[in-house]
């Protein structure tokens, strides 16, 4: 199994669910995306004090991607990697990679895109202070 921890910045373990398998027997390809979303916006929350409620700030997904490699099934867990592969002045490309969680074997790498807007306005406003401080630690070169 590659030692694939230093390639990413912040790890999650998730498990899977009964229902994210499909009729062949594999988790759909839309958990993928739900897995990516998740792990994004709970360490937004934890790690770089996102407030989603009642900030003046959020991130709206622009762009995302996904890339399957290998099957996951049930009862599998999966770790997620997280790193950023861009932080510009408003934006911040994260960069996801899917790992089932019995052999390391890298299942999907994806990608989203969030502009940071105004809560109210939807206008871009620039990532700064603690939550641009938190992105620069998952920084990849």
């Not at 398998?21 to 839309?30: A, I, M, Q, R, S």
């Not at 510009?88 to 089932?100: F, H, N």
Request: hydrophobic share 35%; with cysteine.
């Amino acid at each position: 199994m590659p030692d694939v921890t230093d390639d990413y910045g912040y790890w999650q373990t998730v498990p899977t669910r009964w229902k994210d398998n499909d009729v062949y027997g594999h988790v759909n390809t839309v958990v993928h995306y739900s897995l990516m979303d998740t792990v994004i916006n709970e360490w937004l929350i934890r790690a770089a004090g996102l407030d989603i409620h009642d900030g003046d700030r959020i991130g709206l997904c622009v762009q995302s991607h996904c890339e399957y490699k290998e099957s996951a099934s049930f009862p599998d867990t999966i770790r997620v990697g997280l790193r950023i592969g861009h932080l510009g002045t408003s934006s911040v490309r994260y960069e996801c990679g899917l790992y089932r969680g019995s052999d390391g074997v890298l299942i999907a790498e994806g990608h989203f895109t969030h502009v940071f807007v105004d809560n109210a306005t939807r206008r871009p406003v620039p990532i700064d202070g603690k939550l641009r401080a938190a992105m620069e630690t998952l920084a990849h070169p």
